[in-house]
C-alpha cells in the first residue's frame, strides 16, 4: 500500500506571495491533518479534515487554510507568507477519527517551505 | 502551551548504551504515541499505548504508559547508530477531540 505523498518536496518563496501544498493520504484514510515543524516550536498542529469537513483547527492565523476532496486528497493554502512561514509542512493521514486510541497517524515526508 | 514536555531534549551516548527518553503532562490522555524521525523525512509510528501502566515492547525498545495515563517513557537496550534519530511523543488528550499534542522531541546520537 503506498504512504502519504507530498508535493511538491521543497518550495522557495518570496515574502507576500502565496502557496499551495498538496497531499496524498494512504488509501481508505479518511483523515487529513497538517502540521509545521520548525527547530523552535516543534510539530505544531495546523487543521484536520475529515470527510471533506473541518473537524478540528490549530491556532493558526486566518491566513492558514485547508480543504479536502471527495477522494480525501488534500490541500493547504498559506496567503500573504511571511519569513516566519519558512518550515517544514508535514501531511499525515489516519484511517478513522480520533477517540479511544484509534488516532494513529502516517507521515507524508513533507514539504520544505524557505521563505525569503 | 506545550502540553507534553519531553526529557531529555538531546542525547548523545555510545553504541551499547542504554537509555531513558521521557515524556510528562499534566493533561490525561486517552493514547499515546511514540514516532522517530529521520532527517528529511516525516515521523514514522513506533507504538501506541492506551490502557494506564501499559507496557509495549518492539525488540529493543520498551514503551510504558504511566499509571495515571498523564505520562510516558521509552527505553531503548543496547543503543545501535540506526536508533538515532528525533523521538517524539504524541498525545490524544481526552478533551481536544481529534488532534494530536506533540512533544518537542528528543534527539538522540548514538555513537558507534
Known amino acids: 500500500k503506498a504512504g502519504v505523498t507530498q508535493t511538491p518536496r521543497y518550495l522557495i518563496k518570496t515574502r507576500g506571495q502565496q502557496v499551495t501544498l498538496s497531499c496524498s493520504p494512504i488509501?481508505?484514510?479518511?483523515?487529513v491533518s497538517w502540521y509545521q515543524q520548525t527547530p523552535g516550536q516543534g510539530l505544531q498542529f495546523l487543521f484536520e479534515?475529515?470527510?471533506?469537513?473541518?473537524?478540528n483547527k490549530g491556532n493558526f492565523p486566518g491566513r492558514f487554510s485547508g480543504r479536502q476532496f471527495s477522494n480525501s486528497r488534500s490541500e493547504m493554502n498559506v496567503s500573504t507568507l511571511e519569513l516566519g512561514d519558512s518550515a517544514l509542512y508535514l501531511c499525515?493521514?489516519?484511517?478513522?477519527?480520533?477517540?479511544?486510541?484509534?488516532?494513529?497517524?502516517?507521515f507524508g515526508p513533507g514539504t520544505r517551505l524557505t521563505v525569503t | 502551551t506545550q502540553l507534553l514536555e519531553q526529557s531529555p531534549q538531546f542525547l548523545s551516548i555510545q553504541e551499547g548504551e542504554n537509555l531513558t527518553v521521557y515524556c510528562n503532562s499534566s493533561s490525561v490522555f486517552s493514547s499515546l504515541q511514540w514516532y522517530r524521525q529521520e532527517p528529511g523525512e516525516g515521523p514514522v509510528l513506533l507504538v501506541t499505548?492506551?490502557?494506564?501502566?501499559e507496557v509495549k515492547k518492539l525488540k529493543r525498545l520498551t514503551f510504558q504508559f504511566g499509571d495515571a495515563r498523564k505520562d510516558s517513557s521509552l527505553h531503548i537496550t543496547a543503543a545501535q547508530p540506526g536508533d538515532t534519530g528525533l523521538y517524539l511523543c504524541?498525545?490524544?488528550?481526552?478533551?481536544?477531540?481529534?488532534?494530536?499534542?506533540f512533544g518537542e522531541g528528543t534527539q538522540l546520537t548514538v555513537n558507534p
Open positions: 479534515y475529515f470527510s471533506e469537513t473541518q473537524r
Open positions: 488509501s481508505g484514510h479518511r483523515s
Open positions: 499525515a493521514s489516519s484511517r478513522i477519527g480520533g477517540g479511544g486510541g484509534s488516532y494513529e497517524q502516517y
Open positions: 504524541a498525545g490524544e488528550a481526552e478533551t481536544s477531540g481529534s488532534r494530536l499534542t
Open positions: 499505548v492506551v490502557t494506564g501502566g
